[in-house]
């Protein structure tokens, strides 16, 4: 009985040491926003992921021609892949749609 205790106890502990996980510490964190809906953010971690964003304000015509105002967004975002790569990728999104950009992404196909 003492063994089965002593080996399931082991077992607890490498169970433990195995889901341990520090994640990566925050070097810069910023937000801000207007009252108008505009908005930027951005952070930085220790393993080299970043990104950054902005929101703009702006005023469109629907399909009705009735002006709408939707929020314009540009951001970038910046990582390392596994084969040790930096990866950035810069991205858009507004009354058009979104679109990403950067070597890691497919070029669409034009016809
Ligand atoms: C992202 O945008 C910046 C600024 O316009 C540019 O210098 C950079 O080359 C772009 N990177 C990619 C991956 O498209």
Not at 59 to 84: C, F, H, I, M, W
């Amino acid at each position: 009985m003492k063994v089965i205790i002593v080996a399931l106890a082991l077992v607890a502990v490498a169970a433990g040491a195995a889901v341990e996980y520090e994640p990566p510490k925050i070097l810069r964190s910023e937000y801000d926003q207007t009252p108008q809906g505009g908005y930027n953010f951005g952070f930085e971690t220790e393993n080299g992921i970043s990104r950054i964003e902005t929101g703009e304000p702006k005023e469109v015509l629907d399909a009705d021609n009735k002006p709408q105002v939707v929020v314009a967004v540009r951001g970038s975002y910046t990582y390392t892949d596994k084969e040790g790569n930096v990866v950035t990728v810069n991205y858009s999104a507004d009354e058009n749609g979104f679109k990403a950009e950067g070597p890691s992404i497919p070029k669409p196909v034009r016809r």
